[in-house]
């Protein structure tokens, strides 16, 4: 059927009465042939309108369709086609009763069905229902669906004036738009101006006014209705305050009983008062008053439309909420939690979590940290709101080290946050067993409050806080595989498929700068290591060397040295040491000292191996030092030998060469040293051999 199209933007546009993207009246080659038109003839003229040989045959190409547009054509082929297609008919008239009024709806259809779901309309939906005259009496039902039928028309033409709109629409060109919508008006005999210049008049005063422009003043003598201004601010004062909450009916026998004295007209009716605070241009002089400010801030302070990342790692969310599942806690009562949760704005995956009686420091410390382990890339913007522990981050410069740009969002203002939106859906969509609390308080919708009914009567079957975390990861793991509702992939292969090159990998010591903490205070190294204090707590370390012995040679360098203790919390396992200087230097890695059983009865074989081997250590340790000492004593003459004293034998050794016992002599020692010479070479290797091929796994002590 002969037909409007919009031309496609395509290179297939062989035409010079409209161009790609425009609107334009098409027949098709069969319908030509259907004509009488030669279709050998007619394929000829195509091609040569291809190839700029004539200009009579303008087309362009859908597929494999070819759509000849009408103007174009010789006069005699348009004579032909009304004459055969359109009854005789010119295009404008034929349209008309061929499917112009269809096509429009087609194309406004979408976006007037959007509008029964605006705020705006609903209210001024509802002010043409609960209008008044000053008489009290209502509006007719006819005249009702005749102010609603317009109302509804306005609003959608209120919405869709851009020309960004209009192109969605498949329109070029506005004045084509603006055609279609008198004719659609006239077609559907809505009650509005069909001149352009007046219909964007009447426009303009509904978003100023609203609905109240519609009805016509001749209608009920309405201007009998009209508050003077005195009397109206008179009204929003008395109605705003919140000293005393007044309603419609009691604001009305108060104004009639002052009336006379103010010289204003008595009302007839409550629904005057009530039709004249729910103008749209008085209804914002209260709202906030008597709703409060944060109410009157999200339905009339403007709002940004924002465009999400266009990859991972690019904006975290982070926020705390509730667990919103029942469990029973130690004491046998219905309880719930807190969860932390560090979202990645362009993907909606969770990315760490952590649960705990209230939203504090430590669970926003652990969700980060899992995040970050689990991104393994800081994010180049961090956004959080101000509650919390986050003070405490912010104070020791946390969040700065985790991203680029750390923003606090602004407070109340949920809307700005999308991880809000996103537990909304998380909660309603996922979160769907019978122990779920609810969402939020305000929620009005059945379908997301609890069933105490039946959680009360099993109580005894709710399950502890372990398997109600286990019941929650389920959830969050469906949550981050479902499909993003944007791009229809799911959640976490769009976050692993993503690549951010703003983003910066983490590394070990990113790790340790981020969430290992450091003791308060220095520590001193002894020989019984290093000591700190955790949640009071003691823990004990010592640095080892590359075999897993205890590091003698360190420790006698070290003792009574300081050292800041840098450690993990979640693993005690291994700490850093670090010079107490301006720089604060590494030193060293640490891990548990290496304890014994005291009992002999309590001792395994590589206790016993361990003890020897510790034994025999510090034995030559002691020769060593002492010899070192005595050594640096010989050369600069400062040795007891050298003045005619005797040196005291080193306690406790047991030397087969009794001498020792004497060292008066030069000659003494160096028999001491030959005996403790071989204890090294033969003895000391023994124990040292024994310890390396135990069969029992030393490494326990490493990697605990």
């Given at each position: 059927m002969s037909q409007y199209r919009n031309i496609p933007d395509?290179?297939?546009?062989?035409?010079?009465?409209?161009?790609?993207?425009?609107?334009?009246?098409?027949?098709?080659?069969?319908?030509?042939?259907?004509?009488?038109?030669?279709?050998?003839?007619?394929?000829?003229?195509?091609?040569?309108?291809?190839?700029?040989?004539?200009?009579?045959?303008?087309?362009?190409?859908?597929?494999?369709?070819?759509?000849?547009?009408?103007?174009?054509?010789?006069?005699?082929?348009?004579?032909?086609?009304?004459?055969?297609?359109?009854?005789?008919?010119?295009?404008?008239?034929?349209?008309?009763?061929?499917?112009r009024l269809n096509d429009i709806m087609n194309r406004f259809n979408p976006y007037i069905n959007a509008v029964y779901n605006?705020?705006?309309?609903?209210?001024?939906?509802?002010?043409?229902?609960?209008?008044?005259?000053?008489?009290?009496?209502?509006?007719?039902?006819?005249?009702?669906?005749?102010?609603?039928?317009?109302?509804?028309?306005?609003?959608?033409?209120?919405?869709?004036?851009?020309?960004?709109?209009?192109?969605?629409?498949?329109?070029?060109?506005?004045?084509?738009?603006?055609?279609?919508?008198?004719?659609?008006?006239?077609?559907?005999?809505?009650?509005?101006?069909?001149?352009?210049?007046?219909?964007?008049?009447?426009?303009?005063?509904?978003?100023?006014?609203?609905?109240?422009?519609?009805?016509?003043?001749?209608?009920?003598?309405?201007?009998?209705?009209?508050?003077?201004?005195?009397?109206?601010?008179?009204?929003?004062?008395?109605?705003?305050?919140?000293?005393?909450?007044?309603?419609?009916?009691?604001?009305?026998?108060?104004?009639?009983?002052?009336?006379?004295?103010?010289?204003?007209?008595?009302?007839?009716?409550?629904?005057?008062?009530?039709?004249?605070?729910?103008?749209?241009?008085?209804?914002?002089?209260?709202?906030?008053?008597?709703?409060?400010e944060l109410k009157a801030k999200e339905k009339y302070v403007r709002q940004h439309k924002t465009v999400l990342p266009t990859c991972r790692d690019a904006l975290w969310y982070s926020d705390g909420t509730k667990l919103n599942l029942y469990y029973l806690d130690e004491k046998g009562r219905i309880a719930t939690c807190q969860v932390y949760e560090v979202m990645d704005a362009y993907s909606e995956v969770f990315l760490g979590y952590h649960i705990s009686k209230s939203e504090n420091y430590e669970a926003q410390y652990n969700a980060f940290k899992m995040a970050i382990k689990f991104a393994g890339y800081r994010p180049y913007e961090l956004k959080y709101d101000n509650q919390g522990g986050h003070k405490r981050l912010q104070t020791g410069n946390f969040l700065e080290k985790v991203a680029r740009l750390s923003i606090n969002t602004a407070p109340y203002n949920g809307k700005s946050k999308t991880i809000e939106s996103a537990f909304g859906r998380f909660q309603s969509g996922f979160m769907s067993g019978w122990n779920f609390t609810g969402q939020n308080i305000t929620t009005k919708r059945l379908e997301s409050k609890a069933n105490m009914e039946f959680i009360l009567a099993n109580k005894n079957n709710l399950p502890n806080l372990e398997n109600a975390i286990k019941q929650y990861l389920q959830y969050r793991t469906e949550w981050n595989n479902a499909r993003h509702p944007k791009s229809g992939i799911p959640r976490l292969q769009m976050y692993r498929d993503s690549v951010n090159p703003k983003a910066r990998k983490i590394e070990l010591w990113d790790m340790v700068d981020l969430f290992w903490v450091r003791s308060a205070k220095p520590v001193t190294y002894t020989n019984a290591g290093i000591t700190i204090r955790i949640n009071n707590q003691k823990y004990t370390y010592e640095v080892f060397t590359e075999k897993g012995l205890p590091d003698t040679a360190f420790m006698l360098r070290n003792?009574?040295?300081?050292?800041?203790?840098?450690?993990?919390?979640?693993?005690?396992?291994?700490?850093?040491?670090?010079?107490?200087?301006?720089?604060?230097?590494?030193?060293?890695?640490?891990?548990?000292?290496?304890?014994?059983?005291?009992?002999?009865?309590?001792?395994?074989?590589?206790?016993?191996?361990?003890?020897?081997?510790?034994?025999?250590?510090?034995?030559?340790?002691?020769?060593?030092?002492?010899?070192?000492?005595?050594?640096?004593?010989?050369?600069?003459?400062?040795?007891?030998?050298?003045?005619?004293?005797?040196?005291?034998?080193?306690?406790?050794?047991?030397?087969?060469?009794?001498?020792?016992?004497?060292?008066s002599v030069p000659v003494e020692i160096g028999g001491y040293e030959k005996e403790m010479s071989n204890l090294d070479e033969l003895d000391l290797a023994e124990e040292y051999d024994k310890y390396i091929n135990s069969k029992i796994d030393f490494d326990k002590y490493k990697d605990l």
């Open positions: 395509t290179d297939k546009c062989y035409s010079e009465v409209a161009k790609s993207g425009e609107r334009v009246f098409c027949v098709t080659v069969p319908e030509l042939v259907s004509c009488g038109v030669s279709e050998t003839y007619m394929k000829r003229g195509i091609s040569a309108q291809r190839n700029g040989e004539v200009y009579c045959w303008p087309h362009h190409k859908e597929g494999n369709t070819v759509y000849i547009h009408y103007e174009g054509l010789k006069d005699k082929y348009k004579a032909l086609i009304r004459s055969v297609l359109m009854d005789g008919k010119d295009i404008a008239e034929w349209y008309a009763v061929n499917g605006d705020e705006d309309y609903i209210e001024n939906d509802r002010f043409i229902q609960d209008y008044a005259f000053a008489d009290g009496s209502a509006l007719s039902a006819e005249l009702a669906k005749k102010y609603r039928d317009a109302l509804v028309w306005i609003a959608f033409l209120s919405k869709v004036r851009d020309k960004k709109t209009v192109l969605e629409m498949g329109y070029a060109r506005a004045g084509v738009f603006w055609d279609d919508v008198e004719f659609a008006l006239r077609s559907k005999s809505i009650s509005l101006p069909k001149v352009y210049t007046k219909l964007q008049a009447k426009i303009r005063e509904y978003i100023r006014r609203g609905a109240v422009c519609l009805i016509s003043e001749k209608i009920g003598n309405t201007s009998a209705v009209k508050i003077t201004d005195e009397a109206g601010e008179w009204l929003i004062a008395h109605f705003a305050s919140p000293v005393e909450r007044m309603t419609v009916e009691r604001l009305f026998v108060l104004y009639n009983s002052v009336a006379g004295q103010m010289k204003w007209k008595p009302l007839v009716s409550s629904r005057t008062i009530q039709m004249f605070l729910n103008r749209p241009d008085v209804k914002p002089k209260w709202y906030g008053m008597r709703y409060g003792i009574d040295r300081k050292f800041y203790v840098y450690y993990d919390p979640d693993d005690l396992d291994n700490v850093k040491l670090f010079s107490v200087d301006k720089d604060s230097r590494f030193v060293a890695d640490a891990r548990p000292y290496i304890e014994v059983h005291r009992a002999k009865q309590d001792q395994d074989e590589l206790d016993a191996s361990f003890i020897k081997y510790q034994e025999l250590e510090g034995k030559r340790q002691r020769v060593e030092m002492m010899q070192r000492t005595e050594d640096l004593m010989k050369k600069y003459g400062t040795h007891p030998e050298q003045n005619g004293l005797n040196m005291p034998p080193i306690k406790g050794l047991n030397m087969k060469n009794e001498k020792c016992k004497n060292r």
